[in-house]
């Protein structure tokens, strides 16, 4: 089975350059999360959607950036403008679905991340 | 916010030793989870644990959750290089999403 494929892994961009990320979760996985991981820290959730609806985006800058899930499958997310704070690496994660009653829905897995570094 | 918290932030051991990571946590939970990272990759999904249990075993992994003390604790025996990593305990309450600690900077010496 194939796992959470990200894209780019690495991308470089001038600062007020816009930048896309791309992430194709498992398949059959309803719940799809970015986080945004800073060098020796967790993962800090930006937005959590289930199937195509955002449920959870209270952590996302919303001035700058966007997401979305089209058809409840891909999803990129988009930083425009970038600045330099948003050096970081941008991991997307899938789980099976929303609930309490197995604890295979409650696993989160992960894809490599998308380093990315504004100059 | 990051609720777990883990101890040590950086542990050197030499292969053959075993590991051990704590987990402090300040609300009440669902389940506590371990993910491990290694250098330039995602995480891993370890182990979880639900509120209700104790202890519990995976290969060379056992995990225990103590709630009165709102702490966990990692256990990796006869560490080897390949254990070297980044380990996170994650949190889940409620409906709440997952939320991750700093993370355990495991090195495991040949």
């Known amino acids: 089975e194939a796992g959470v494929v990200q894209s780019p892994r690495y991308k470089i961009i001038e600062k007020k350059q816009p930048v896309a990320f791309w992430c194709n979760p498992i398949s059959g996985h309803n719940t799809l999360y970015w986080y945004l991981q800073n060098l020796g820290q967790g993962p800090e959730l930006l937005i959590r959607?289930?199937?195509?609806?955002?449920?959870?985006d209270s952590q996302l800058p919303k001035d700058r950036f966007s997401a979305e899930r089209l058809k409840g499958v891909d999803s990129t997310l988009k930083i425009q403008p970038a600045e330099l704070g948003d050096s970081a690496v941008y991991l997307c994660a899938s789980s099976p679905g929303q609930g309490e009653t197995s604890g295979s829905q409650e696993t989160q897995y992960f894809g490599p991340g998308t380093r990315l570094l504004v100059l | 916010s990051q609720q777990g918290e883990e101890d040590p932030q950086a542990l050197s051991i030499q292969e053959g030793e075993n590991a051990t990571m704590n987990c402090s946590y300040k609300t009440s939970i669902n389940n506590l989870q371990w993910y491990r990272q290694n250098s330039g990759r995602g995480l891993v999904h370890l182990i979880l644990i639900r509120s209700n249990e104790r202890e519990k075993h995976s290969g060379r992994l056992r995990v225990t959750l103590d709630t009165s003390k709102k702490s966990s604790s990692l256990l990796i025996t006869a560490s080897r290089a390949a254990d070297t990593a980044s380990y996170f305990c994650a949190t889940k309450s409620g409906n709440t999403p997952l939320v991750f600690g700093k993370g355990t900077r495991l090195s495991v010496i040949a």
């Open positions: 959607y289930e199937n195509e609806e955002a449920v959870d």
